[in-house]
């Protein structure tokens, strides 16, 4: 079952980046690091959200193109692309993102409900938006992310 964010409390750090115009964030705490290394082995037959796997320090590391998996436009790789890094399952998960911004401190309790669509994102995916001093954060939710893909 899905936990939204209204029934977490207390402080919320997160990471914030960009999925083509879509303002992202994750909580920090899910974060392994994260990476511009864009070197990666396709997977064949891999759902088209699955750009391949690399090799990081020994680990394998599952890619997913981000903006495809929310349903929007595939993420471009460029000198500010970078892939975040998570744990999901007892698996590592890199998200490839179109570029970094900055981190957020907030209150879980300062996060409202999710809107069915976010710049075009498939709500489903967060568990709520966060307003910042100029901007919307969706706070994204990895564990609904990755539910139906990988693995």
């Known amino acids: ?38 070197e990666m082995t396709r997977v ?11 090799n990081l320090r020994g680990r394998i590391v599952t890619i997913i193109d981000l903006g495809r998996k929310l349903g929007l436009s595939p993420s471009k790789t460029t000198e500010s692309s970078r892939i975040i890094i998570v744990n999901s399952r007892d698996e590592n998960i ?7 911004t900055d981190v957020v401190t ?6 409202e409900p999710t809107p069915s669509n976010i710049k075009g994102a498939k709500g489903k995916y967060f568990q709520g938006v966060l307003k910042s001093s100029k901007d ?14 990988v693995g």
């Open 1 to 38: 079952m899905k936990q939204q964010a209204k029934d977490k409390t207390g402080a919320l750090q997160m990471s914030c980046f960009f999925v083509g115009s879509a303002l992202c964030g994750i909580d920090i705490n899910v974060i392994q690091e994260m990476n511009k290394q864009m």
């Open 44 to 54: 064949p037959q891999a759902p088209s959200y699955v750009l391949g796997i690399m």
């Open 94 to 100: 890199g998200l490839l993102v179109d570029r970094v």
């Open 106 to 111: 907030a209150k879980w309790e300062d996060v």
């Open 136 to 149: 919307l954060v969706a706070v994204l939710d990895v564990e609904d992310v990755l539910a139906d893909d």
